[in-house]
């Protein structure tokens, strides 16, 4: 049995290597698209506040589902990196025991 669970962690070694590189690429990712998507959050943002003050709701709503939108990648990029180094870290656990 301990030859078999030997071979599984010998197994695991390259898809955690691989694991490791996607979450190091992941998050070198989110953060130079940060730099970019950040300051065109922000003038979405400014956007949407000169319309609601110039009353253009049409433009208002569009600027908005732009913002949640940019949120929303966001979000599911910081998910898809916390699920990977889940992953990445209980196989790392299974290798360890």
Partial sequence: MKAVKMIMRVALLPLIAVLWVVDVLANMLLTLGS????PLMFFILCCGIYTVVKQLWNQTLLLMLMEGFCVLVFFGAGWFIIMLEDV???LVDYTRA
């Fill in 35 to 38: 730099y970019v998507i950040g």
């Fill in 88 to 90: 990445k870290e209980k």
